[in-house]
Every structure is written in structure tokens, then in C-alpha cells.
């Protein structure tokens, strides 16, 4: 649910956008960019997405891990691809992502399939990319 | 959904926010033991030690760690969200408790491995029996 569903229901907002598993949404994001500068940026509480517009080239890009926007230790994002091509999602600088049998700053999405990716430290997520 | 203490810091109470929170009460790293041949041998995760990465495995050398036993009051709930990286450079055993299986990857076994940078997500639906889904 979202955290609309959650604060509808009495929980307070803080609590339903850190509880909600879809958190904030939007449910839908477009893709954009080659890097994480600038591709499509997820919000720090947007934890379900999917994106439909990927055309070969454009990306998304998870958010940083801890600030005032940034995802927390923990938080479970889960990301789609029903586009017609692979898209990349890239980490912020310095940060990798663990999965797929590497360690990387990047990793790619193909068609009609999902990742599902936590933040472990400030710098390393963990994925488990459906197949 | 963070941790446990991101959900107290927020206002719920310590037992919902352990129960609540996606990554459980933590900690979020933890190590295998190498050479672990069985449930008994290896490290336990925690029952509300719901996201766990291990990175302490060595090339050639195989290591373990054991899921939490299902229900009692150390124990797994039914229904319970564990996600277990594997960061390390060695194939990481998981096991589970005396008498209990898990469904994945075609097999419903009593150990399973996780290959380098893959991730395990598995929930305990009886208390003799999980199911997994191994990513990619």
C-alpha cells in the first residue's frame, strides 16, 4: 500500500511513509540520462516503481543512502521494467550494488522484470533481480 | 521501512517496530563459518535479523550461516520477510533447522547455496517448511 492508504487509516505521516511498502510513490517514473548525475532520480521514499518509457539509452538512478532525502539503512526499494528495452539503474558516487554475481556501480534491467534492492552501509546496496 | 530503531525514532513501540521494520532490529553484516557443515556448526541469524549480508567467505573455502528456527519464542514467525546477501568471493551455505526444508531453486533441500553477489529472499510458511526466491 501507499503511505496515503496508511495516514487514511490514522497512522501519522512520518510513521506511514516509513511503513507503507510503496512509501510516497508515484508508482510510475520515466527514464532519463546516462549517469547518476543524470538519470531519473528514485526518491528516497518512492519504494515501488515501474518504469514503461526505457528506449535503450535513458536510466534511472537510486537515491543516495542517509541525508535528509536519502533512503535508509534497510529501506526496501523494488523497481520494474515493462518497457521494451533494458534500462540501466546506477548508484550514487561511490556506491556499488551487489548482485548478479558482482559488485558494481551500475546495473542493468531487462524487459518485463524487477529488482528488489536494499541499502546495507552508505556505500553498498544488496539486489535480488528476478529473473 | 529502515530499521527497527528509524521506526521507534518515529513513534512506534520497540516490539512493533522489530516486527515492522523490513530490515528487523539488524545488525545488517554478519559473519559465516567457514567450513560449516550443518545447521548446528554455522552462525544463526536472528529471528528478527530480517537483512543480512555476509562478506567474511574466502575463494575455495565454503561457509554457512543457519536461518532462525520457526516459531517458539527465539524463533521465526510464519510469514517473516528474510533477505541474506552473499558479498563475498566463496559460495555461502544456508541452512535451516532439524527437520525443516526450503523450497528454491527447484529443490525443497535442507541446505541451499548462494553464489557470489546474489541474494536469497525466503519466508517460513509452517513450521517444518520455507519457501526462497534466489535472485539471479
Do not use: E
Amino acid at each position: 500500500m501507499l503511505a496515503t492508504d496508511l495516514t487514511g487509516l490514522g497512522v501519522n505521516p512520518l510513521q506511514a511513509y516509513r511503513t507503507a511498502n510503496a512509501g510516497t510513490g508515484p508508482l510510475t517514473i520515466s527514464s532519463s540520462g546516462s549517469a547518476f548525475a543524470s538519470a531519473n532520480r528514485i526518491d528516497g521514499a518512492q519504494y515501488l516503481v515501474s518504469c514503461s518509457d526505457s528506449d535503450g539509452t535513458k536510466a534511472l538512478s537510486l537515491p543516495p543512502i542517509g541525508g535528509d532525502g536519502g533512503a535508509l539503512i534497510g529501506d526496501c526499494f523494488t523497481i520494474n521494467n515493462q518497457g521494451t528495452t533494458t534500462f540501466t539503474i546506477f548508484c550514487s558516487t561511490s556506491v556499488v550494488i551487489s548482485v548478479s554475481g558482482s559488485n558494481t556501480s551500475s546495473t542493468t534491467l531487462g524487459i518485463h522484470t524487477s529488482l528488489t534492492c536494499y541499502p546495507i552501509t552508505q556505500t553498498q546496496w544488496i539486489g535480488i533481480k528476478g529473473a | 521501512m529502515a530499521l527497527a530503531s528509524d521506526l521507534i525514532g518515529l513513534g512506534l513501540s520497540p516490539l512493533l517496530a522489530a516486527r515492522t521494520a523490513s530490515a528487523g532490529v539488524g545488525p545488517v553484516t554478519m559473519n559465516g563459518i567457514s567450513g560449516a557443515a550443518s545447521f548446528a556448526s554455522s552462525s544463526k541469524i536472528q529471528c528478527t535479523q530480517f537483512l543480512v549480508t555476509i562478506s567474511n567467505g574466502t575463494t575455495n573455502t565454503a561457509y554457512g550461516v543457519a536461518l532462525p528456527t520457526v516459531g517458539t519464542d527465539n524463533g521465526a514467525f510464519l510469514g517473516d520477510d528474510f533477505v541474506i546477501n552473499n558479498a563475498s568471493s566463496a559460495t555461502l551455505k544456508i541452512f535451516v533447522s532439524s527437520g525443516v526444508a526450503i523450497s528454491v531453486a527447484a529443490s525443497n533441500t535442507n541446505v541451499t547455496a548462494l553464489q557470489t553477489h546474489t541474494t536469497l529472499t525466503c519466508y517460513p510458511i509452517s513450521t517444518t517448511q520455507w519457501i526462497g526466491v534466489r535472485g539471479s
